[in-house]
């Protein structure tokens, strides 16, 4: 069963596919919008660069409820 992502984690944006190429690396995994993106490095850095992937917060439309778990 895959995490739900909670206040502060890396979440998807949009589609990220599997074999993409991210600063020269292959993305390991395929993350739906919404997703918990828990990859490292230069690949999370180049994702979050174009916009592929955000920090969860409670302020953006779409985040949960503040105080909510």
Do not use: Y
């Amino acid at each position: 069963m895959a995490k739900r992502p909670k206040l502060g984690d890396m979440v998807a944006t949009g589609n990220i596919q599997h074999g993409e190429i991210v600063e020269g690396k292959n993305v390991s995994r395929t993350f739906e919008p919404g997703d918990l993106v828990d990859l490292s490095g230069d690949v999370l850095d180049g994702l979050v660069a174009c916009g592929a992937v955000r920090e969860l917060r409670a302020d953006i439309p779409g985040g949960p409820a503040e105080g909510a778990e």
